[in-house]
């Protein structure tokens, strides 16, 4: 039968194929669940669309795309008081304000699609360009002008499977890496993990440990994530606040809302001293990945009590002692994940500005306004 692709925006998880899940199985990052929280609980300045991809009227493809109005922010970030960051905020505010992303910018990693494999990833991959095309006549319907259009974040191996006449007239770029951490197969408790790091390493965990003590660690249900939602949007936007860069800002009932869809596939992680919430962090099962995701502290006293790198102890432990195969700790604070043994994986993505004239600079334009990192990759094992 002759393959006859096409396309369908969505933009609520009511309106999905019933068995759009059955495409997403390998990745939580597409089931229809997550799509639900995204609903309830994006960022205000995100606007979410949901693609499906078909052959006559079989369902072949899914995606997922984000339009972001940077103009709705406040801050990109406070950390960075320099003369840079001063012109990067003017030069974003005023001419890549919108952003179309196939993708998804709250996420390290490829969660922009999922294959049938019956269809040449070739076809599927230039009828989501077509579907990017489409939403950007719906966007400016709607009085939305789309500045920049980008894909993200692909592996190596996965820039390899496109073909380079699709995505000719693009920047592909490289920022920070999607750091990962691997889980040997004969670590089954902590202790093994603690076992194969070298003198240096296991006697920074004991530091860390016993920084830590006074500190309690709870996994909160529902309820208690309800609760605290205050103190835990204080110390979540403390974090994100003081980081480099932010094209977005979680919603305030964003925890609760994940808890409520997801249930036991998302798990938080409170840290008191005296009954007060000075720290949190969250992961979700993803098949045999374990995916951490926002966190936020106390800065005083995560510097005190290493509060940080306990999380990152906590993290590893649980996942061994769970069956996990990997972590993927994503971006930032890429040396002290290094240092508990995560590995830096480059990620690529895709970019350009609508307007020919300024997409001609888009690779100078980008590599003087992306932040920079400069970090020591650590290795602390035997």
């Known amino acids: 039968m002759k ?7 969505y933009s609520s998880a009511a309106q999905l194929p019933e068995n759009w899940n059955e495409l997403a199985v390998e990745n939580i990052f597409l089931i229809k669940e997550y799509i639900e929280i995204l609903e309830k609980s994006g960022p205000t ?4 669309h949901f693609i499906g991809i078909f052959n006559n009227s079989e369902l072949v493809g899914i995606a997922i795309s984000q339009f972001l109005n940077l103009n709705q922010l406040d801050s990109f970030g406070d950390r960075d008081k320099c003369i840079k960051s001063s012109v990067r905020n003017i030069v974003f505010k005023n001419f890549c304000s919108h952003v179309l992303l196939l993708g998804n910018n709250m996420l390290t990693g490829q969660n922009a699609y999922a294959f049938s ?5 070739n076809e599927l991959q230039l009828e989501l360009l077509k579907a990017m095309d489409t939403l950007k006549e719906k966007l400016k319907k709607s009085g939305k002008k789309v500045h920049i259009s980008s894909l993200k974040d692909f592996e190596s191996s996965e820039i390899d499977e496109f073909n380079p006449q699709l995505l000719k007239e693009y920047f592909q770029f490289s920022t920070q890496p999607n750091m990962v951490f691997t889980i040997l197969e004969n670590w089954k408790t ?13 006697d920074q965990y004991k530091r860390a440990r016993k920084k830590a003590e006074g500190i309690e660690k709870r996994k909160l249900n529902l309820q208690e994530i309800i609760a605290h939602e205050e103190e835990i949007y204080e110390l979540y936007f403390h974090v994100a606040q003081n980081a480099p860069f932010n094209t977005f800002f979680l919603a305030k009932n964003h925890f609760r809302v994940f808890k409520e869809i997801l249930k036991d ?16 962090n969250t992961l979700i099962k993803n098949g045999t990945a374990m995916d951490t995701y926002f966190l936020g502290y106390d800065d005083s006293i995560q510097k005190e009590k290493m509060l940080y790198l306990n999380m990152l102890y906590d993290m590893i432990a649980y996942s061994i002692n769970k069956g996990f195969h990997e972590i993927v700790f994503a971006r930032t604070a890429l040396e002290i994940k290094s240092s508990v043994g995560a590995k830096p994986v480059e990620v690529f993505g895709f970019i350009k500005h609508e307007t020919k004239l300024i997409d001609r600079c888009t690779k100078t334009i980008f590599n003087y306004l992306e932040p920079k990192t400069e970090w020591q990759e650590r290795n602390p094992f035997k």
Do not use: P, V, W
């Open 265 to 280: 596939k998302f798990l938080f992680y409170g840290y008191f001293i005296d009954n007060k919430l000075i720290g949190f």
């Open 3 to 9: 393959t006859t692709l096409s396309h369908t925006i």
């Open 45 to 48: 300045n995100m606007t979410c």
């Open 190 to 202: 902590e202790q093994d993990y603690i076992d194969a790091l070298s003198k240096k390493y296991r």
């Open 117 to 121: 494999n019956k269809i040449d990833k």
